[in-house]
């Protein structure tokens, strides 16, 4: 749920810098977004999770395409800003979710396609 509106996301890395001036570390993770809105014939390359033991497994409430080209990634810093749910999703249990070993294949094969690399953090 990164920034002021809940949307899944795809986290993509994630990393502790620190702060050169403070010696304060941080986390900075880079994530894509997901949407449900979609033309699958057009979106060959991105992760599409559209079954719904699938989205519903992977934590989403509906079919969700991830873009995984590298202008569609967004670095962001760990904090309550981009990553605290608001109060009714926190009263509604909304849960962070996971791929599936399916999912995971599915992101490795395209990312491939794409010539990027698939990076485990």
């Given at each position: 749920?990164?920034?002021?509106?809940?949307?899944?996301?795809?986290?993509?890395?994630?990393?502790?810098l620190e702060n050169p001036e403070t010696g304060t570390h941080y986390g900075?993770?880079?994530?894509?977004y997901g949407t449900g809105t979609f033309d699958e014939a057009k979106s060959q390359q991105d992760l599409?999770?559209?079954?719904?033991?699938?989205?519903?497994?992977?934590?989403?409430?509906?079919?969700?395409?991830?873009?995984?080209d590298l202008r569609n990634r967004?670095?962001?810093i760990?904090?309550?800003e981009f990553f605290l749910p608001e109060s009714y999703?926190?009263?509604a249990q909304v849960m962070v979710g996971r791929l599936g070993e399916a999912e995971i294949n599915q992101m490795k094969a395209k990312l491939k396609a794409?010539?990027?690399?698939y990076e485990e953090s």
């Open positions: 749920m990164p920034g002021p509106i809940a949307r899944p996301c795809l986290v993509r890395a994630t990393q502790i900075i993770v880079e994530v894509s599409i999770i559209k079954d719904r033991p699938a989205f519903k497994r992977c934590g989403l409430h509906k079919p969700t395409k991830f873009a995984l967004k670095t962001l760990w904090c309550e999703m926190r009263d794409r010539g990027l690399p």
